[in-house]
């Protein structure tokens, strides 16, 4: 069993940055796909960023590209979104969520096996 804890949200301007961060339990953290999704209401819960097991391979949104940065700490079991010039269309629900595969860096949701409770992220204009 893994247990995501997220933390790092709130409320920012336009233009400003957040790094949310993603705490996981469990011995075999190096071992997960991590990946970061957001979901804003009435809308379906997407896919931000993803990173492979060591950190070699990374995948963005295009939405993000360039503004976001996802690591992670494997010493640590933590993954971090750096989230700079945001807009208002960043805001969400943020997840952190954890794939325990050591495959390609999955997109969809059902690709994961475990879940953070999300942190919110909001953006004023």
């Known amino acids: 069993q893994v247990q995501l804890v997220e933390s790092g949200g709130g409320l920012v301007q336009a233009g400003g940055s957040l790094r949310l961060s993603c705490a996981a339990s469990?011995?075999?953290?190096?071992?997960?796909?991590m990946g970061w999704f957001r979901q804003a209401p009435g809308k379906e819960r997407d896919i931000v960023a993803a990173?492979?097991?060591?950190?070699?391979?990374?995948y963005y949104a295009d939405s993000v590209k360039g503004r976001f940065t996802i690591s992670r700490d494997n010493a640590k079991n933590t993954v971090y979104l750096q989230m700079n010039s945001l807009k208002p269309e960043d805001a969400a629900v943020y997840f952190c969520?954890?794939?325990?595969?050591?495959?390609?860096?999955?997109?969809?949701?059902?690709?994961?096996?475990?879940w953070g409770q999300g942190t919110q992220v909001a953006v004023a204009s």
């Open positions: 969520a954890a794939r325990c595969d050591r495959g390609p860096i999955a997109r969809l949701p059902v690709d994961y096996d475990y």
């Open positions: 469990g011995r075999t953290f190096s071992s997960y796909i």
């Open positions: 990173i492979s097991w060591y950190g070699l391979n990374t």
